[in-house]
DNA sequence: ACCTGAACACCGTTCAAGT
DNA sequence: ACCTGAACACCGTTCAAGT
């Protein structure tokens, strides 16, 4: 009685790879093993290394088939409308997958499907009209204000306490007050606002966008 | 025979955590380990918790004397210098502790010391003349870009290939000359220029700098 | 007060063996 | 071809014991 390739059984590495997924987002990256995943998956740790070469491979893997699903905005969009796309679903991204974003922003994307990625959004800066070494560095400023933002967003605030001799609330207020009324503003209902706010101060500043839009 | 409190002999927390400092960038972050760590200070692992509550408190005690340690702007300098000053600071940090800057940025800095920093940044945004909305969120964009640009440095280029299967340079130009052509202004010996290029267009942008400097 | 040794509950991964 | 079980070389940390 022979199964499918892809009955709910065998392993292959779409089941792998999505219950790995899943499971980074409810434990953690840092609590997640290969040896919870098995379980997870019903079979022994060891039968994970028959289609993946081993933990880091698995978690490139996850990064390659997240790029590739990266909706891409329609190139007949302006340049400007394409970087705010790109970056409006890189955040979706890194919103949908809070716990595994870490790896996901920084590895390099050196497979076939990262640098494709890339070379889609140097495009928007070459299309906008700069030259290849101003392209190049805006691409370089503007993924580097993506990537600040989106790690802050995902791993800044929201990961909760960590300092050993954490200031209470009252203590701020006390020592530092403007600290603590410009918190108001660090809320992740305002997380929109504030990126939008910098990335048109960038897009305008690095002559993607003209003055007038 | 009573030995001196700071004896090379006895641990103590300065001992400790210079030594893990060194220890981190010499066997990078993620093979660092307490018992390497009492290794190397010939002594067994359990005695360092006789000191230091465990491996993220450690962690975080050296957040806490790499913040107090940054070298801080004179307050006479103007805001928008002031800025860069931090920026520079910081980048600097990043550069001397590439492996441990990972934990460095990420992790709230909800101390004292973590909240002053903070707090004497976010003065350069009002000093400049933003009222307190316009403060928190510029605040917050140039952190996002500060924030990426550093980790960028630090995690990407730098820290070699890591996909499963990486495109080689053959393909990298055959397949994406644009991304291959650029490549020569994302060497580290271009970093400056192109973190202070954003720099200035943010500054600008969210109203830090005037227009005509 | 400070350090030690054995032990516990984990890791990723190798290897030889099963079907 | 695919899965298993035992084993190896690691982790952080607890606990009881030493001085």
Redesign the interface.
């Known amino acids: 009685m022979p199964r499918p390739p892809t009955s709910p059984a065998g392993l292959g590495r779409d089941r792998i790879e999505l219950e790995a997924l899943a499971l980074i987002e409810e434990l953690g990256l840092e609590a997640f093993s290969l040896r919870k995943l098995a379980a997870r998956l019903g079979c022994e740790p060891m039968s994970l290394y028959h289609h993946v070469?081993g933990k880091?491979?698995l978690l490139?893997?996850l990064?390659?088939r997240l790029l590739g699903g990266l909706p891409r905005p329609p190139s007949t969009d302006a340049p400007a409308a394409r970087l705010r796309a790109f970056a409006a679903a890189w955040r979706q991204l890194a919103r949908e997958h809070p716990q595994f974003y870490?790896w996901l922003a920084?590895?390099?994307?050196?497979?076939?499907t990262?640098?494709?990625l890339?070379?889609e959004v140097?495009?928007c800066f070459?299309a906008a009209g700069l030259a290849?070494?101003a392209?190049?560095?805006?691409?370089?400023?503007w993924?580097?204000?993506?990537?600040?933002?989106t790690?802050?967003e995902t791993?800044?605030?929201g990961?909760?306490?960590?300092?050993?001799?954490?200031?209470t609330l009252a203590?701020?207020e006390h020592?530092?007050p403007?600290?603590a009324?410009?918190g108001?503003?660090?809320q992740p209902a305002?997380f929109d606002?504030?990126?939008e706010?910098?990335l048109?101060?960038?897009l305008?500043?690095?002559g993607v966008e003209a003055g007038e839009g």
């Open positions: 070469p880091p491979a490139d893997a990064v390659d870490l920084l590895h390099r994307w050196n497979s076939a990262g640098v494709a890339l070379g140097l495009t070459h290849p070494e392209a190049a560095r805006a691409f370089r400023a993924g580097y204000y993506v990537l600040g933002a790690l802050d791993r800044g605030y990961a909760g306490p960590s300092s050993l001799h954490p200031l203590e701020l020592a530092h403007r600290v009324a410009a108001a503003w660090f305002q606002t504030t990126f706010l910098g048109a101060v960038l305008r500043g690095l």
